[in-house]
């Protein structure tokens, strides 16, 4: 890619420098999760964010990353919160796509995967890959949706009322234009439940 320049790291591998940051593919970093023990990978990401300055872009180019798999793979005790936040400039295709931000001890990592609720198959998507594992992963309590610079609010401020965390995220992943199906929602509601009753 022009502009574009590769860092080489020792457990990492090639990282790629660009005008939009230090990033690495995300199945990459997985494989990588997987060969380790969860504290040396932790240790590994907070390394790598203290030697790039703070912030590790990991892309993945399809709607249905393996999310979990990379939590399953950290030590989470060392996420202080958890932002996901819309970006209109990563396709232009749809309206807008959703990135997941973990704030670890040394910096950001910053999760940009496809994530959109443009059709009823990209939204079911945003909860089987992005929110189910968050919830199974005790942290729909410390993370937050980035409406504005101004305006933020906590994932699970309904409790378990479900439902209503399903239409709010709805909400933010389609740009604050929700057409709603009922039977969908309440199939997405039932999802989280499930979620939350799982243990690490």
Not at 134 to 153: C, G, P, R, V
């Amino acid at each position: 890619m022009i502009g574009q320049k590769v860092k080489k790291d020792f457990f990492f591998g090639d990282i790629s420098l660009s005008k939009n940051g230090v990033h690495k593919e995300l199945y990459d970093v997985m494989d990588l999760a997987n060969e380790v023990s969860r504290k040396y990978f932790t240790t590994q990401l907070n390394r790598i964010l203290h030697a790039v300055g703070g912030k590790f872009i990991l892309s993945h180019d399809s709607s249905c990353p393996d999310f979990n798999e990379l939590l399953s793979g950290m030590n989470l005790n060392n996420v202080g919160k958890v932002e996901i936040e819309q970006h209109t400039d990563l396709n232009p295709a749809v309206p807008c796509t959703l990135a997941c931000k973990l704030y670890l001890d040394e910096g950001v990592l910053d999760i940009q995967a496809q994530w959109c609720a443009y059709k009823q198959i990209r939204a079911e998507e945003i909860f089987s890959s992005l929110i189910a594992p968050l919830h199974k992963h005790k942290l729909a309590n410390k993370t937050f949706l980035i409406w504005s610079d101004t305006e933020k609010s906590l994932l699970d401020q309904y409790g378990t009322e479900y439902v209503q965390e399903v239409r709010e995220i709805l909400l933010f992943a389609s740009g604050r234009t929700l057409s709603e199906d009922s039977a969908f929602v309440s199939c997405m509601a039932e999802s989280l439940y499930s979620a939350d009753q799982l243990q690490k």
